[in-house]
């Protein structure tokens, strides 16, 4: 798969929402708290809202939108790795998986843009890099009032 186009970086964008939707809803369906069953639920149907946005861009519908730079508050860097697949997670636990999936669609994102020479092409990745550190700011951000606060 080349990925030297608008369109076929899209459609890359679509199917890497996809496999993101399809992790969420796995977790949900092996998560024992509801709480967390709520959690993965809400971030596959973002997931799936994101993955309608990028296909209007790729249609022509619409355009991403312009999105500021994005602080990052690094958190995850900071949290012990967590395997999901090994067993139940709590709501901290569904953050941090969260935090570290966005994290790596924004480098995945990010390096692509580096790499293109074309200008609307570099635009495209570069809005989604962003969309995708907003997303992984959001997360730090539940996790800063909701879990460093019970602390």
């Not at 639920?41 to 997931?47: H, K, M, Q, V």
């Not at 508050?73 to 949290?79: N, P």
């Given at each position: 798969m080349t990925l030297d186009t608008v369109d076929s970086i899209l459609d890359f964008a679509i199917r890497n929402e996809e496999d993101v939707i399809r992790l969420y809803e796995h977790l949900a369906e092996r998560a024992e708290l509801d709480q967390v069953r709520t959690v993965f639920?809400?971030?596959?149907?973002?997931?799936r809202r994101h993955r309608q946005?990028?296909?209007?861009?790729r249609d022509g519908i619409s355009e991403l939108p312009e999105e500021c730079d994005v602080a990052d508050?690094?958190?995850?860097?900071?949290?012990r790795r967590i395997d999901p697949e090994n067993g139940v997670v709590?709501?901290?636990e569904a953050?941090?998986?969260?935090?570290?999936?966005?994290?790596?669609?924004?480098?995945l994102y990010y390096?692509?843009?580096k790499a293109s020479e074309e200008?609307?092409?570099k635009e495209t990745l570069l809005r989604l890099a962003r969309q995708k550190a907003s997303h992984k700011l959001r997360f730090e951000i539940?996790?800063?009032e909701h879990v460093f606060s019970e602390d």
């Open positions: 639920l809400d971030f596959a149907g973002e997931g946005e990028i296909i209007d861009v508050l690094e958190i995850e860097q900071h949290i709590d709501y901290r953050l941090v998986v969260a935090m570290r999936v966005e994290e790596a669609a924004f480098k390096s692509l843009a200008p609307q092409l539940e996790y800063d």
